[in-house]
């Protein structure tokens, strides 16, 4: 079966790096995406590839069945749930279960 | 540009009714996709459209089923509801049938069973 794996919760301090690791068992992976939900709005893409690559303050690191996001100085309002999906060669994106990530101000 | 939408923005029904929901692509996108999140999970991929057409679908029962109309907008019809099918349904839209392509999420249609 295909299964997303990430952490439930990360907790970080203001202007800290915040990582969040997702792995997964999705056969024919072929991409990684990370989005940011807030609760009542669209999930919204912050970074996708088959690379690491970066977008603003986001970074996100490759594996074949692993990835990481690292938000770099980390704010309050970075707090939010952020999801790990991974897309087959059958086109359909799998999700883990979301991140959701506090800062301490 | 206008985003994907939904409609409506919440939905109450009663065990064994149907419930309809409907989603608008952002212009241009011909594949829609439908998930549902359920209070405490993740996002749960339940059907994909393209071209007016059923792509894939996600292990969710028959009674989840949708089409998709010549104008690339697409309903979700969900029959004889569950009380565990309340849940927050999105649905998300993508420039063309790419695996690498971003899908573009609404806001969602939050679904009460009671």
């Known amino acids: 079966k295909d299964q997303v794996f990430q952490p439930s919760t990360v907790a970080s301090s203001e202007g800290a790096v915040v990582e969040i690791f997702c792995n997964h068992s999705?056969?024919?992976?072929?991409?990684f995406f990370w989005y940011l939900h807030f609760p009542g709005c669209a999930p919204r893409l912050l970074v996708k590839?088959?690379?690491?690559?970066q977008q603003g303050r986001y970074n996100m690191t490759y594996e074949r069945f692993s990835s990481s996001l690292l938000i770099l100085q980390v704010r309050e309002a970075d707090a939010a749930v952020y999801y790990c999906?991974?897309?087959?060669?059958?086109?359909?994106?799998?999700f883990g279960a979301g991140t959701t990530v506090t800062v301490r101000a | 540009e206008a985003g994907v939408t939904q409609s409506p923005t919440h939905l109450i029904k009663t065990r064994g009714q149907q419930a309809t929901l409907r989603c608008s692509p952002i212009s241009g996108h011909t594949s829609v996709y439908w998930y549902q999140q359920a209070l405490g999970l993740g996002l749960q991929f339940l059907l994909w459209y393209d071209e007016g057409e059923e792509r894939n679908r996600g292990n969710f029962p028959p009674r989840f089923s949708g089409r998709q109309f010549p104008n690339y907008s697409s309903e979700l019809n969900v029959n004889a509801l569950e009380l565990e099918d309340s849940a927050l349904y999105l649905c998300?839209?993508?420039?063309?049938?790419?695996?690498?392509?971003?899908?573009?999420f609404g806001p969602g249609t939050r679904l009460l069973v009671l």
């Open positions: 998300a839209s993508s420039p063309t049938v790419s695996r690498g392509e971003t899908q573009y």
């Open positions: 999705v056969s024919n992976a072929y991409n």
């Open positions: 590839g088959s690379k690491p690559s």
């Open positions: 999906a991974v897309c087959s060669n059958d086109y359909k994106l799998s």
